[in-house]
């Protein structure tokens, strides 16, 4: 068996999110970019015609009414890593993925919530003039997790 296939795995998911179809996209981004698990916070999934391959069939989804909730069954080992337009946000350009990771988003319209962002092992942003609609900026940060090697 691979080690790095067992050492390594990332998760996606979005607090509080306002379009379902954003959903819908990331998890289709999600799934072809080899994250193993998927999930909500707060509002939950709805089935969308833009996930044309039923990722949230086809992989782990997950639930949680809060972040507290969600942060409490956080994988032993991963590393929480917040997407945020923050001055604290290290660039994404130069940020190097765990191995382990869970990916946080935040909502449309206003972000992650300060109790998340203040919890969250890492923040990342990317060069953009103005915010990015959030199924984009998850899929950003996909990609570059797909070609910069995770670190240990």
């Not at 289709?28 to 698990?37: H, L, V, Y």
Request: proline share 3%; with cysteine.
């Amino acid at each position: 068996m691979n080690d790095n296939f067992i050492n390594e795995y990332f998760g996606i998911g979005i607090q509080n999110g306002k379009t379902p179809e954003n959903l819908g996209v990331l998890w289709r981004t999600a799934q072809n970019m080899g994250a193993s698990f998927i999930f909500t916070i707060g509002n939950r999934y709805a089935k969308q015609g833009c996930d044309t391959h039923n990722a949230v069939k086809a992989m782990p989804y997950f639930h949680y009414e809060n972040f507290d909730d969600f942060f409490n069954n956080l994988p032993k080992g991963a590393r929480l890593v917040g997407v945020e337009l923050d001055d604290k946000a290290e660039e994404l350009e130069t940020f190097h993925h765990p191995r382990r990771c869970v990916y946080l988003l935040g909502a449309e319209d206003h972000g992650l919530s300060k109790a998340a962002m203040e919890k969250c092992h890492y923040l990342v942003k990317f060069k953009s003039e103005k915010s990015l609609n959030v199924a984009v900026a998850g899929s950003i940060v996909l990609y570059d997790r797909g070609i910069n090697k995770p670190r240990s």
